[in-house]
């Protein structure tokens, strides 16, 4: 079955620090990518999203490249805030499942320090 | 903006209850899911639905049922409360080939 494997936590990082959280993914099909976002106390947040080879999916300064050859979709920020601390899921869904089933990796939780 | 809504963040109860979790969304998704997230397990799906009265099991659907009586509207029920039951609860909904929208959780001991 598919599945989604994202680097450990915790990822430790001082303000204005680049980010890179990895994350590789096995699927039968051509699954979407997500990448959601949990901040202390409450639910998850789509962060971002690409549907296809090549897409870049953005939002708030955080990237990612569906890299189709090395199956993967790792985030990456410039320059990461304090704001930024939270817990960061990938996840991947089979879009020909109207059920929109989502598999989601373990988590990495992101610190950010002053 | 999307809206899901679950009625309690905080939830105590006692072992042997039964334990209704409620989660509203305002936007006519067709499909909705009830997932459990616990430190160290990530998230875990235990049931989701795709239309009204009709439901399918997730992952770990032992010692929970669910109830979808209205489109808008997804319950979780623990039949009987245990102490394993103790975790952080989230429910999401989106359309047909969307993404999932979340609620903000609601966290359930069971004493």
């Known amino acids: 079955g598919d599945s989604v494997t994202q680097m450990e936590g915790p990822v430790t990082l001082s303000e204005e620090a680049f980010l890179t959280i990895n994350c590789t993914y096995t699927?039968?099909?051509?699954?979407?990518l997500f990448w959601y976002v949990q901040y202390p106390g409450e639910g998850l947040q789509l962060l971002l999203k690409?549907?296809?080879?090549?897409d870049k999916g953005s939002n708030k300064g955080f990237e990612a490249t569906y890299r189709k050859e090395t199956t993967s979709f790792h985030l990456e920020k410039g320059s990461v805030q304090v704001s930024d601390s939270a817990v960061y899921f990938c996840?991947?869904?089979?879009?020909?499942?109207?059920?929109?089933?989502?598999?989601f990796g373990g988590g990495t939780r992101l610190m950010v320090k002053p | 903006d999307v809206k899901v809504t679950q009625s309690s963040r905080y939830l105590v109860k006692r072992t042997g209850e039964k334990v209704f979790l409620e989660c509203v969304q305002d936007?006519?998704?067709?499909?909705m899911f009830w997932y459990r997230q616990d430190p160290g397990l990530g998230l875990r799906l235990i049931y989701f639905?795709?239309?009204?009265?009709?439901?399918e099991k997730g992952d770990i659907p032992e010692g929970y049922s669910v109830s979808r009586e209205k489109k808008e509207r997804f319950s979780l029920i623990l039949e009987s409360a245990s102490t394993n039951q103790t975790s952080m609860y989230l429910c999401?909904?989106?359309?047909?080939?969307?993404?999932?929208?979340f609620g903000d959780g609601t966290r359930l001991s069971i004493l």
């Open positions: 639905s795709y239309d009204v009265k009709m439901k």
């Open positions: 999401a909904s989106s359309p047909s080939y969307q993404p999932q929208h």
């Open positions: 936007m006519d998704h067709e499909n």
């Open positions: 699927a039968t099909g051509y699954p979407s």
């Open positions: 996840a991947l869904t089979d879009p020909g499942e109207a059920g929109n089933m989502l598999t």
């Open positions: 690409a549907t296809k080879a090549d």
